[in-house]
């Protein structure tokens, strides 16, 4: 069964310091691509960051990385330089090729809450 | 619009009654996703469209529940003979179709039934 695990309900972090939200996932399929989905309490899904199972270098968007260990079927959400706004959910999602080559939908994690603290 | 637009954003309807969610995707994105959130969740896919067609509507909880798109950009999603069950925010996404782009989400619908 295809699963998202995010081991984290809650995260404490102090306002400019690094901290990784972790996932990990579990499937038999070659071909999925993760994805990082911020949601603040005003409830909109803000999409963060991709990763490809056949990407070979980790993704980077700006203050966001994501540590792909594809052997260890872990997908991890490091964040720089915190800053009050980054308080949220965190969604860890996944997405597999439907029959045709086009994109499925998303199987998400519960979410991590980050607060950060100044 | 610039972004996925849904309507209403709050909805409080009384058990038995039905209901219906908009959702107004990107300009030119084919596919079209619902999904439902349950308080302190995940989201949970409900069914997908790839532009007019329904591709798949196997998270579909009960009969009650029917989606459309009859012109491959507006969608709605309808739930009949509402039950405090389906108390949820419904979010609706949609994205161009490749593979290796995101999904966008609109602001979601919260749904209530007393």
């Known amino acids: 069964a295809q699963k998202i695990t995010q081991t984290q309900p809650g995260m404490f972090v102090q306002e400019k310091e690094a901290v990784t939200l972790d996932c990990t996932y579990d499937?038999?399929?070659?071909?999925?691509?993760l994805f990082w989905y911020k949601q603040p309490s005003s409830g909109e899904m803000i999409f963060l960051i991709y990763q490809g199972s056949y990407d070979e270098q980790n993704a980077t968007e700006g203050r966001y990385s994501l540590n792909f260990q594809k052997a260890r079927k872990s997908a991890n959400l490091v964040i720089s330089a915190s800053q009050l706004g980054d308080s949220a959910m965190y969604f860890c999602a996944m997405r597999f090729l439907n029959y045709g080559g086009s994109q499925g939908n998303l199987i998400f994690g519960k979410g991590t809450k980050l607060s950060v603290k100044p | 619009g610039a972004g996925v637009s849904q309507s209403p954003r709050y909805k409080v309807a009384k058990r038995g009654q039905d209901v219906a969610l908009r959702c107004d995707p990107i300009?030119?994105?084919?596919?079209l996703f619902w999904y439902q959130q349950a308080l302190g969740q995940g989201p949970e896919f409900l069914t997908y469209f790839q532009n007019e067609a329904q591709l798949d509507k196997s998270g579909l909880p009960s009969d009650r529940f029917f989606a459309e798109r009859p012109e491959g950009s507006v969608s709605t999603l309808k739930i009949q003979r509402t039950q405090q069950e389906d108390s949820a925010v419904y979010l609706c996404?949609?994205?161009?179709?490749?593979?290796?782009?995101?999904?966008?989400f609109g602001d979601g619908t919260r749904l209530s039934i007393l």
């Open positions: 996404a949609s994205s161009s179709g490749n593979f290796n782009q995101p999904q966008h």
């Open positions: 300009s030119g994105h084919v596919s």
């Open positions: 499937t038999s399929d070659q071909s999925y691509g």
